[in-house]
């Protein structure tokens, strides 16, 4: 190899570079602009093969564009998303404006082992490559291989001309191509919009078999009306992200502002019903709900637009059982049903009408306090106005209804209003609010309390008023609305949310009392949606609710938070410790849990802070609250969790690791890499084959694999990383196999991904995409493999058989493997666990029982590995002992990629 430095340049290379020029800039496409442009390079300089790849935002690099000649291979779709480090040397060459040359492949083997590896599969033998720049940045590089040795001097003159065109070129197309790409995507979520629906519509047609979702997000509107539209923003890219999980974002498309439609081509029937399902499970445990419609045709039978009418009929049909499964709950607890598709409440009697009518003839100058009044409302309204010179109030024909008033006019209403206040402590402040308002200490009031309806139940209401005055300064009008706060109370339990124990938490602090708070959350519940269903468990949270607020109202306020989690805060005159309470809500959480058949272990966890001591302000107790709930659920061997301040940075440092787990993943398993661990030979030492290890990186450190894969599988992540740890295996395991033919290499697979039927196809395409044989491959499974769903699990097994693969039993001899498994499932190779390895050296029985089961393995026909040698003499012993492999510290740890192809070429 070497590194070109300074070439003279030859004459014909401004001909070469403007007969390249003509040739390529004539196309109509970019795509055509960059095949010509590598085909006259290609076919005038006699190579194998010319291309351009890209350095990608993630830190790696990809092939974008490749010609070939006759007889050559294509490998541009083998080589995507190739880390850095495999050409780390190359960049260096390039910022000092020098092209790499590689005169004869074997040249760089044990210099640079890991671009020899990748180089080793395509058939190089030699190469030149050009870096692409724009503004100073390596952006790319362009390369040829297998050239003429006599050509070299003249590419790479006609490279360093050629490599400011080229990178220009991608410049332009990437402005183009965002252009498009705003043409035809939604900017707020990313998807497709309905202008690229229009350009997949004229290609549909045919032969071909379609799959259609059609979602509307229900509660748009209402997020949108309660919380501003950067919540209701929050939803719909939430709800995407749920289909995008599903079915991937290159087949979904917004089609409106709550309505997004899913187009699956030549997708099989069941594979699409079966996504549709599992789409429909994950909405059902979500707090988000997207109403759902399918359909599925050919298009040679059913048009389009009548696949697309069909699912979005389901849709409409599925959006209204769930608004009357809504309906009906909130009837049941004698609510009044709002229609989401109009939240505002208007006077409907004529009756009321004329009332208002006589009212302002009356008072004519009443009705700009009665607009001006309006303005301040953000939520759906029951107004209310009165002429203070005669203390008569005209209300909404809705404020009458809800309230049992006898009339639209009503006589001194202050008063009559102050008998429906349930709360004492409400009552005092809302009179204290009012006098404050006549006595000019306020402009307006402004306050959330209960009060009883016309039947006696609680409603927590927002009411606010603005009082006006004449010329003279004297009370004139008192005018306002009172608002439904659905949103303060949750509809399942009827017991008051976030905001109100906020409220409740600063009318204390203001007060300069001191309480308990207890943070409550239920365990399992998730489990309990699924097998039990979601009526069911919104039952049990309502039993619950109702005998905490019935036993023990006279010590605790009570407060559901998000999810399943409730504030309990301890009335100041309670004489009870939090100790004590904690038993009596834990006794009782668990009669409900035994009354409904749940038979589970810690159904629910505690957590304790002392307000205000520990934290003075409430709305930071409250999210510290909800944070130590979760690390109680995860420590349901401790009775409860009292607060400190390291306990929460541990716990959102979890949550963060959760949160960029997810979008790593997303992001195709962005921060993941694998590494190998080199298994050796018992005979000679020589390494024969490997096992790939995941590693992922948070925060500058791997996390534990034992934390990851837990995290991944309890997470639902494990099935995507998994195909992704998969694909990495053949890719590498292609490249070392170019090398040595006989090199096996090993990957673990989670019992998630046996159960995903995708998986076994995936493999098979995987092997077939880089043309690798399977008996290259070893899949290693674990004795918790075969604990459940043995005929799954057989099938899954024959299935990778196959493919060509062997099978590795893991871990044998860390649990309760028995050789019963050796004959039951075809198994080649057995790996012994560690711990059988323990004081092996001080004991002449254990070395004997070790014997025993490797003698036994070959018996059966099977090969086997030990784990864990970390010394020479364990390693000396399983010598003897007659193991086939030997895998351990002793002789590698798992090493990266380029260390392992160093060891590997050496």
Same mark, same amino acid.
Not at 540 to 550: G, R, V
Not at 553 to 582: H, Q
């Given at each position: 190899m070497d590194l070109e430095g300074m070439y003279s340049t030859d004459t014909s290379t401004e001909t070469l570079v403007n007969e390249c020029l003509k040739y390529a800039l004539g196309a109509e496409s970019y795509q055509e602009t960059f095949d010509q442009l590598l085909s006259y390079v290609g076919n005038k300089f006699h190579c194998a093969r010319t291309y351009i790849f890209e350095i990608n935002k993630n830190n790696t690099f990809s092939n974008t564009y490749e010609w070939c000649a006759p007889g050559s291979t294509r490998q541009r779709e083998l080589l995507q998303n190739e880390p850095m480090e495999t050409i780390e040397w190359w960049l260096e060459t390039f910022r000092d404006d020098r092209l790499v040359i590689i005169r004869e492949l074997d040249s760089i083997r044990n210099d640079y082992p890991a671009a020899y590896a990748a180089l080793k599969p395509q058939g190089i033998h030699s190469l030149v490559v050009s870096p692409l720049k724009s503004e100073g940045e390596i952006i790319g590089f362009l390369g040829i291989d297998d050239p003429g040795q006599e050509q070299i001097p003249i590419i790479v003159s006609f490279f360093k001309v050629m490599e400011y065109f080229v990178a220009s070129l991608l410049k332009r197309r990437d402005l183009s191509y965002r252009l498009t790409y705003v043409s035809y995507h939604d900017q707020l979520t990313g998807a497709l919009n309905r202008s690229a629906y229009k350009e997949k519509e004229k290609q549909l047609q045919g032969d071909v078999y379609v799959g259609i979702v059609y979602g509307d997000i229900t509660g748009l509107k209402r997020e949108n009306d309660l919380f501003g539209h950067a919540a209701g923003d929050r939803l719909i890219c939430r709800c995407y992200e749920l289909l995008c999980g599903e079915f991937g974002r290159e087949l979904i498309y917004r089609m409106g502002g709550d309505e997004f439609m899913v187009i699956c081509i030549d997708m099989e029937r069941r594979m699409f019903e079966e996504k549709c399902h599992r789409l429909k499970e994950i909405i059902s445990r979500e707090d988000c709900h997207i109403a759902i419609g399918t359909s599925w045709g050919c298009l040679l039978e059913t048009a389009l637009t009548a696949l697309i009418a069909k699912a979005e009929q389901e849709m409409y049909k599925n959006k209204s059982e769930y608004y009357e499964k809504i309906n009906s709950m909130e009837r049941k607890r004698g609510k009044i049903v709002v229609s989401e598709r109009n939240t505002s409440y208007r006077p409907k009697s004529v009756e009321a009408a004329e009332t208002l009518h006589q009212f302002l003839l009356q008072n004519p100058d009443g009705i700009g306090p009665l607009i001006d009044s309006t303005e301040m409302a953000d939520s759906p309204i029951c107004l209310y106005i009165g002429d203070l010179r005669t203390n008569i109030y005209y209300i909404t024909d809705n404020m009458r209804k809800m309230f049992g008033f006898d009339s639209n006019l009503v006589y001194d209403l202050l008063t009559k209003w102050e008998k429906r206040i349930c709360y004492t402590e409400d009552l005092e402040s809302y009179r204290r609010d009012i006098e404050n308002i006549w006595n000019k200490n306020q402009k307006e009031h402004d306050f959330k309390y209960r009060v009883y309806d016309k039947e006696g139940k609680l409603l927590w209401i927002h009411c606010r008023g603005r009082l006006y005055r004449d010329a003279e300064d004297n009370p004139r009008y008192f005018a306002g609305f009172v608002s439904r706060q659905e949103f303060l109370i949750d509809p399942i339990t009827n017991l008051p949310r976030e905001n109100a124990a906020v409220h409740k938490?600063?009318?204390?602090?203001?007060?300069?009392?001191?309480?308990?708070?207890?943070?409550?959350?239920?365990?399992?519940? !998730?489990?309990?949606?699924?097998?039990?269903?979601?009526?069911?468990?919104?039952?049990?949270?309502?039993?619950?609710?109702?005998?905490?607020?019935?036993?023990?109202?006279?010590?605790?306020?009570?407060?559901?938070?998000?999810?399943?989690?409730?504030?309990?805060?301890?009335?100041?005159?309670?004489?009870?410790?939090?100790?004590?309470?904690? !038993?009596?809500?834990?006794?009782?959480?668990?009669?409900?849990?035994?009354?409904?058949?749940?038979?589970?272990?810690?159904?629910?966890?505690?957590?304790?802070?002392?307000?205000?001591?520990?934290?003075?302000?409430?709305?930071?107790?409250?999210?510290?609250?909800?944070?130590?709930?979760?690390?109680?659920?995860?420590?349901?061997? !401790?009775?409860?969790?009292?607060?400190?301040?390291?306990?929460?940075?541990?716990?959102?440092e979890n949550a963060g690791l959760v949160l960029r787990l997810n979008k790593d993943v997303l992001n195709n398993c962005c921060n993941f890499r694998i590494v190998i661990q080199p298994v050796v030979s018992a005979a000679n030492g020589r390494v024969e084959g490997g096992e790939v290890l995941l590693r992922w990186r948070y925060m500058g450190k791997d996390v534990p694999a034992h934390v990851l894969i837990h995290l991944l599988e309890k997470k639902g992540l494990i099935s995507r990383v998994g195909h992704w740890v998969f694909q990495e295996t053949v890719r590498h395991c292609a490249r070392i196999t170019a090398v040595d033919r006989n090199f096996r290499l090993s990957f673990n697979v989670s019992y998630l991904q046996i159960m995903d039927d995708g998986f076994l196809p995936f493999m098979a395409e995987t092997i077939r995409k880089y043309q690798i044989s399977g008996q290259s491959l070893v899949m290693e499974l674990t004795e918790n493999h075969f604990n459940d769903q043995p005929e799954r699990l057989l099938k899954f097994i024959d299935g990778c058989r196959a493919l060509g693969m062997s099978i590795a039993l893991d871990d044998f001899g860390s649990g309760y493997s028995s050789m019963g498994l050796l004959i039951k499932y075809p198994i080649n190779v057995v790996k012994l666990d560690r711990t059988l390895l323990k004081g092996m050296t001080e004991s002449w029985d254990k070395q004997a029982f070790l014997k025993a089961i490797i003698l036994a393995c070959h018996q059966f026909g099977k090969r086997v590995c030990v784990e864990g040698v970390e010394n020479q003499e364990e390693e000396r012993i399983v010598r003897e002992m007659g193991s086939d492999m030997i895998q351990g510290y002793y002789f590698y740890r798992p090493l990266e990629l380029g260390d392992f192809y160093r060891v590997f070429t050496i």
């Open positions: 938490l600063e009318m204390l602090r203001k007060r300069g009392e001191h309480t308990i708070v207890v943070g409550i959350g239920l365990n399992h519940f !998730m489990e309990i949606n699924e097998t039990k269903g979601r009526s069911a468990a919104d039952n049990l949270l309502q039993e619950l609710s109702i005998f905490w607020e019935s036993r023990l109202s006279n010590k605790v306020w009570f407060y559901r938070l998000e999810g399943v989690s409730f504030m309990a805060v301890v009335k100041p005159d309670c004489p009870d410790t939090a100790e004590d309470l904690i !038993m009596e809500l834990r006794e009782s959480v668990n009669y409900y849990f035994r009354k409904w058949n749940l038979l589970v272990n810690s159904p629910c966890s505690f957590c304790v802070f002392y307000y205000p001591s520990d934290i003075d302000t409430p709305e930071l107790l409250v999210e510290k609250l909800i944070s130590l709930i979760e690390i109680a659920k995860s420590n349901t061997q !401790m009775d409860y969790i009292s607060y400190s301040a390291d306990t929460i940075d541990k716990y959102r």
